[in-house]
Structures are given as C-alpha cells and as structure tokens.
T-cell receptor, first 113, second 109 residues
Framework: ETGVTQSPTHLIKTRGQQVTLRCSSQ?????VSWYQQALGQGPQFIFQ???????GRGNFPPRFSGLQFPNYSSELNVNALELEDSALYLC????????????FGEGSWLTVV | RKEVEQDPGPFNVPEGATVAFNCTYS??????FFWYRQDCRKEPKLLMS???SGNEDGRFTAQLNRASQYISLLIRDSKLSDSATYLC??????????FGTGTRLKVLA
C-alpha cells in the first residue's frame, strides 16, 4: 500500500453543515494535495500544501480550506456544504518538487443530503 | 478544449486481446506524464510513468508523442484483472496534476 491514510472513509452530512477530512502522508513525503472526484469524472485538484503552506489552488471556492501540520499530515475543511460537494475526496502525498509521482490514500466518501 | 482528454469508453475486449488507449493534452509545456489505474470505488494507483523514450513494464507499454501532444497505453494479452478505469495524468511543471476523466476497460472471458 501507499502509506497514505485518510479518515473517515465514509460520512453523511446535511446541506449547510461543515466537514473535516484528515490525511496522514507517506513517511518522508512533505507535500500533500487534495482532490475531489465526482462519479464518472477524473480527480479535480483542490489545493496543495508544502511545509505547512498552501502553494497552489485549483478552481474551488474559499469554503474549501485546509491545513498542514508539522508532521506533514493535513486536513481538508469544507464549510456550508452543498449537495454538489458529494464526492470522493482523495489525499495524495509526494516528495516536494514538481513532476514527482503522487500516491493516493483510499479516500473519504462524502455524501451531502 | 479540456486540458487532458480521454475517450471514456467503455472498451470491451476479450481475454488475450491487445488494447490501446490514447490521451491528448493541451499544454505543450507539460513535463511529466503518468498512467494511473482506478478500480471501482477505489483510489487511483500508479500504473506507470511515461518517459520520452517510451517505457515498458511487462504487458504494458507507454509512449509519449510530444509533437502531437498525446500519450498512449498499450496492454497486451489482456487479463480479466485488467478491467478497470485508466486515468491519464499530466503535470505542467507546477504543483498541479491534471487528470483525464479516465477510460473504462472491461476484459471479457
């Protein structure tokens, strides 16, 4: 396995609520990125954290926010949940720098009702 | 035009067949290319990186054509276990990895 762990694996939230998803990166990896994958689509880049700083962001609204901790683990927070936020949320870790292979955790399935 | 485009399939092929997928990308400055495999309701897993000179890993061969801006994946002697979605991934030398929507392959007994 990749050594990237995510929690929780499945959760159901009500529209308007807030959710926090967690990720522990592979040992030795200092970069974490988050992706959203809707059914039938490829993963869409949300943002990336490198050494506790956000260093890149995709086309997602500010209600999607994150953190990276000194041990390189990370959180994804989504406020004011909308039905369209229902998706698989994937965390990927890599060694810093561009073009390196990224390794995914098993993902968190979020259903918003 | 999408940044990374793939034929969604599905490609239904018999066991033992050879099948090929293409993926086109729009950013000519893209530097790194990968194929990932994703099983139903699972996370994507790295299948292989794609190098300029092409590379092979057992029954799998990946090619890069920079002039025409596409990458390809060839699977020989298909197995039932190859049934999955194959995701093309392109990195333009930044933090952002861009995924195609994936090509579904179903290998039939």
């Amino acid at each position: 396995e990749t050594g990237v762990t995510q929690s929780p694996t499945h959760l159901i939230k009500t529209r308007g609520q807030q959710v926090t998803l967690r990720c522990s990166s592979q040992s030795g990896h200092n970069t974490v990125s988050w992706y959203q994958q809707a059914l039938g689509q490829g993963p869409q880049f949300i943002f990336q954290y490198y050494r506790e700083e956000e260093n890149g962001r995709g086309n997602f609204p500010p209600r999607f926010s994150g953190l990276q901790f000194p041990n390189y683990s990370s959180e994804l927070n989504v406020n004011a949940l909308e039905l369209e936020d229902s998706a698989l949320y994937l965390c990927a870790s890599s060694v810093g720098g561009t073009g390196n292979t990224i390794y995914f955790g098993e993902g968190s399935w979020l259903t918003v009702v | 035009r999408k940044e990374v485009e793939q034929d969604p399939g599905p490609f239904n092929v018999p066991e033992g067949a050879t099948v090929a997928f293409n993926c086109t990308y729009s950013n000519s400055a893209s530097q790194s290319f990968f194929w990932y495999r994703q099983d139903c309701r699972k996370e994507p897993k790295l299948l292989m990186s794609v190098y300029s000179s092409g590379n092979e890993d057992g029954r799998f061969t990946a090619q890069l054509n920079r002039a025409s801006q596409y990458i390809s994946l060839l699977i020989r002697d298909s197995k039932l276990s190859d049934s999955a979605t194959y995701l093309c991934v392109v990195n333009g030398g930044t933090y952002k990895y861009i995924f195609g929507t994936g090509t579904r392959l179903k290998v039939l007994a």
